[in-house]
Every structure is written in C-alpha cells, then in structure tokens.
C-alpha cells in the first residue's frame, strides 16, 4: 500500500535533468564553465517533473536539498521560469503540475540556481512544442540566472544546458563555444555542506584591475584555451592559475592552501574553487587518483551531513530528458 502511495506520488508525465556546473575553471573568470557529471552514474543535477496538466501552476519539491530552499514555493526559481517562458513567448500558457527533485545544494558553487533555471526552461521549451531556439533559450535562462546573482554571466547555465566546457564569447551571436577537453581528465566535486551565497562572494571582489593584471588574466586565460587544442597537457595545468577571484575569495574559504598544498603532494595535478565556491574542484589525471583526492577532501573538508564529495567526468549531454 505504502509502495503503492509512492509510485503514485512519483508518477509523471515527463522527466527532465540538467547537470551541476562549475563556473570559472580556476582560469578564465566569468567566461569559462564545465558541466559534470558522477562516474557512479548518479544525478548529481535537478530533475524536473512534468506532473500532468493542472487548472493552476503548481510546484511541489522533493529531493536531498529540498530543506536548503525556502519554505514558500512561491518565490521558487521553477515558478519564475514558467513567467518569463510565457513573457518571452508573448502568450499564456496551459498550466502543469511541477515536481522539483532539489538534487543540488544551494549557494553550493555548483550551480544550483542555474541547474534549476536550465531544467525548467529545458523542460517547458520542450514539452510545449520547442518554440525558441537554442540561442534564444540560454539568452533566458542567462536573464533568469542575473536576477538570482545580481550579475548575467552565462559560465553556469551554458554548460548546464549544452553539456561540455564552455567557453563564453563577448558580443559574438553564438554566445559560447565548446572546448576540446582531456578525456582522462577526472574532476572531484567537495562541497563541504555550508552556505556561501554567490551574491556575497562577488561583493569580496576587486573592482576594477590594473592595466598588468589584466593582461595577465587574458594571458592564462589564452595559454589555457591554446594548450587545450594544441592537446598540450602540462601547459593546459600550469595554466589553471586563478588572478581575478581567488585571491580576493580564499579568506572565505580558509582552508584551501592546506588542501592544496596535500592534494598536489599527492600528486593531484590542481584544486581551485568551483564556481563561487564553497565547494572546491581537484583535478585528476585518472580514476585512482580521483579516489585518493575524493577520501582526502571527505574527510578533512566535509562538515556536516548536508556534505558530498563526488568523482565527475565532464557531462557532454547536458540537460535532457529522461
Ligand atoms: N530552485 C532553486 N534552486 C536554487 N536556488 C533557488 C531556487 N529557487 C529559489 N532559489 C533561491 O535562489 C538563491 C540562489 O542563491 P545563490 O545564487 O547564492 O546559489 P547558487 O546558485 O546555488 O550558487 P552557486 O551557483 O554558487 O551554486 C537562493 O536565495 C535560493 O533560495
Ligand atoms: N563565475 C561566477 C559563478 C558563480 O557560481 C562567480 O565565480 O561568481
């Protein structure tokens, strides 16, 4: 009876997914952001539930962060999506009954915002016939985003919602472009199950840079993109040096040259902060060092039972449905 009641709970019309997301790759503030993805198969993203049609908008949630959102659905990103889909489209919608799997944490550096923003928009582009095209869709999910970080930046909810390593293109129509990748590369996620909203770990940030600084970051940003074609493995890590947030953001995150310092005595070939953090990326070159880098940040970075720490490989897909 009891299996019963929740076949009949978790009973759907359609099921979308989109991906967590690291925004900045250490490199490339703001214009650089890889989709991932658990070796375990798990889905480390939201999912979105397609109910059944429904004489109002309805959103219920469930899921393992459902108790990180507020306790009013009301204000919940899915909802607001919906508004801007029938805005943008110039016309008003049949309503659904929305369910909300919370699979990601909030204010986690993994994209969490962006992740529920792309399923939604995702989800009802396509459910309701595909009416924009995929440039006029990340453009929204991009305004979507903006509202929630007080910034549009596209280095989350582009790779949520194309898959891969995106590099963001100023002023061109294309918006993004995917970037080559090392397919051995493996990236473990640690989020240490505390808040650190991406509001506040933009307002540490400095306000304008030097002449130099600038053409340092442009720099690495560029010997980071060159080395990924030129398949220039070494190059493509020593590039991995972060000369725009990091500085200005590691007094929020005390612990990362401690970590740093052991995980590369390991042998790990980098760890810089995912997003706005305060989950940290450890980059591997393969499966076992993965594991290494996964049981060290679990142990000495995890805090409290809202914590993980999973091993990625990069998300191609994107979001989709399931
Ligand atoms: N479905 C949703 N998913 C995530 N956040 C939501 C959602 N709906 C509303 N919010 C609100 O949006 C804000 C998200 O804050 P913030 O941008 O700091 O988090 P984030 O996107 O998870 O960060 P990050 O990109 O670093 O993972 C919070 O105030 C949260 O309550
Ligand atoms: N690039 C953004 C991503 C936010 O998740 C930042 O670092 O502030």
């Known amino acids: 009876m009891q299996a019963e009641l929740a076949n009949k709970t978790l009973s759907y019309q359609k099921r979308y997914y989109a991906p967590a997301s690291t925004g900045n790759f250490s490199v ?53 999506c919906f508004a801007a889909f029938e805005q943008k489209l110039g016309r008003v919608l049949p ?23 792309v399923v939604a928009c995702y989800a009802f582009n396509d459910y309701f016939g595909k009416p924009l095209s995929d440039t006029e869709l990340l453009t929204l999910m991009a305004e979507a985003e903006g509202g929630v970080s007080g910034s549009v930046h596209y280095d989350n909810v582009a790779p949520s919602f194309l898959g891969g390593l995106q590099l963001m293109l100023p002023q061109s129509e294309r918006i993004c472009r995917s970037l080559p990748w090392f397919e051995h590369w493996r990236v473990v996620l640690s989020y240490p199950g505390t808040v650190l909203s991406t509001k506040a770990a933009r307002a540490v940030l400095p306000k304008e840079l030097s002449l130099a600084h600038s053409i340092n970051f442009a720099g690495m940003l560029s010997r980071f993109v060159s080395a990924l074609y030129a398949a220039d493995e ?71 039972q809202d914590a993980t720490t999973q091993i990625c490989r990069l998300s191609l897909a994107g979001a989709r449905a399931l």
């Not at 699979?103 to 992740?115: D, H, M, T």
């Not at 972060?242 to 007094?251: K, N, S, Y």
């Not at 760890?271 to 996964?294: E, H, K, V």
């Open 28 to 80: 490339g503030f703001d214009l650089l952001g890889a989709a991932f993805e658990p070796l375990n198969g798990e889905l480390f993203g939201d999912v979105l539930d397609i109910v059944a049609p429904s004489r109002t908008l309805e959103l219920d949630i469930v899921g393992r962060y459902r108790h990180q959102l507020p306790a009013d659905n009301s204000t919940n990103l899915v909802l607001q």
């Open 95 to 117: 309503k659904l009954a929305l369910r909300l799997h919370k699979n990601l944490p909030v204010g986690s550096g993994l994209g969490s915002s962006a992740c529920s923003i």
């Open 234 to 304: 070494a190059d493509a890590v020593a590039a991995l040096q972060d000369l725009v947030a990091e500085p200005a953001r590691t007094p929020l995150i005390s612990e990362l040259p401690t970590l740093r310092l052991a995980l590369v005595e390991m042998g790990v070939l980098h760890l810089g902060i995912s997003g706005a953090g305060p989950t940290l990326f450890a980059l591997c070159a393969n499966d076992a060092q993965a594991q290494l880098a996964a049981t060290y940040l679990s142990r000495h970075y995890e805090k409290n």
